[in-house]
């Protein structure tokens, strides 16, 4: 394509609401644009950064053998109701109706909708396991956007979903799963560390979180100066820089951090809400395992500018 035919409308000026250097280089350099507060346009410079970080996670996901999949964005509240999350996931849920009254949610990650989809088709364990990704928009009502795609209220993001008939086998695809965002994120030359973190709404007794390393991160995370430990201040609790790492090994330092992944053990919070069960060797009726695993493709080409 000639120059000349190329739509970039760059800015001079920084717009007065940009407040991080992302934020402000995206919207000069003509990668976006703001609609309204929290929801932006892409545009073909930006896109194609996206499209690369995307195909990035694509690879790496297939390469580990998740199958590709993609689920509607718009999801019924019966499925929510089930998990006791339609008021349990708060205000960052974002309700609607459709024209017969029936209540509907702009879905923000999709346990439901899967653990819907493999009850229907999974009977045997012989079928395990089973992991399936998709790269889709999602949408969270955040009480204030900000940071540009950093923190919009639509984003991309690439949710992947593990199911097993035991804990030993989740554990195993856990680790799997967080040796293959080690290497999305090394593709991308980022300098990231994995750290404890809360499950939240999403649930589960173990999750790790991924972050970039930044000064304008919002999360504060602790870590060994030469062991392996390292946790967000939110599950670190009554620990401080300076003090003795946890596992035994050098003293803790702190940094802040974005976050652009997060990976989960679910456990069987979903296949027992939602009756998600198959039949093991011996012929009983047992709930699956479950993990859950989310990379921010749109957050990460924010992440990398800063």
């Known amino acids: ?34 609609l309204t507060s929290g929801l932006y346009t892409w545009l073909p410079l930006g896109l194609k950064i996206l499209k690369k ?9 297939n390469r580990v053998h998740a199958q590709e999949i993609l689920m509607t964005a718009i999801q019924p509240a019966e499925l929510w109701l089930e998990t006791k999350r339609w008021e349990e996931f708060g205000t960052q849920l974002l309700k609607m109706q459709d024209r017969h009254k029936r209540n509907f949610c702009f879905g923000p990650t999709h346990e439901e909708v899967v653990t819907d989809l493999l009850r229907n088709e999974v009977k045997s364990y012989k079928q ?18 900000r940071f540009g795609v950093m923190r919009a209220r639509e984003f991309l993001m690439k949710d992947a979903y593990s199911f097993h008939l035991t804990e030993e086998s989740l554990a195993d695809t856990y680790h799997t799963m967080y040796e293959a965002y080690c290497t999305i994120f090394t593709r991308l030359g980022l300098e990231f560390r994995a750290v404890l ?40 609790k009554g620990l401080h820089a300076g003090d003795a790492s946890p596992d035994g090994q050098g003293i803790l330092k702190q940094a802040k951090g974005i976050e652009v992944g997060h990976i989960f053990q679910l456990g069987t919070k979903y296949s027992d809400a939602m009756n998600l069960s198959v039949l093991d060797p011996a012929g009983k009726s047992s709930s699956l395992y479950m993990g859950c695993y989310g990379i921010g493709v749109s957050r990460i080409v924010a992440a990398s500018i800063e």
């Not at 035919?5 to 992302?22: G, H, Q, R, V, W």
């Not at 992991?131 to 009502?141: A, E, G, H, M, P």
């Open 1 to 34: 394509m000639y120059l000349s035919n190329l739509y970039l409308p760059t800015l001079k000026e920084t717009p007065n609401d940009a407040e991080l250097i992302s934020h402000q280089l995206m919207l000069r350099a003509g990668m976006i644009r703001k």
């Open 53 to 61: 970080v995307e195909n990035i996670v694509r690879e790496e996901m």
């Open 128 to 145: 395990l396991p089973i992991t399936l990704y998709q790269i889709q928009t999602k949408f969270r009502d955040e009480i204030r956007p």
């Open 197 to 236: 973190a809360d499950s939240g709404a999403i649930g589960g007794k173990v999750s790790q979180e991924m972050h970039v390393i930044a000064d304008s991160g919002e999360d504060t995370l602790l870590y060994s100066d030469t062991g392996t430990y390292a946790a967000n201040v939110e599950v670190a």
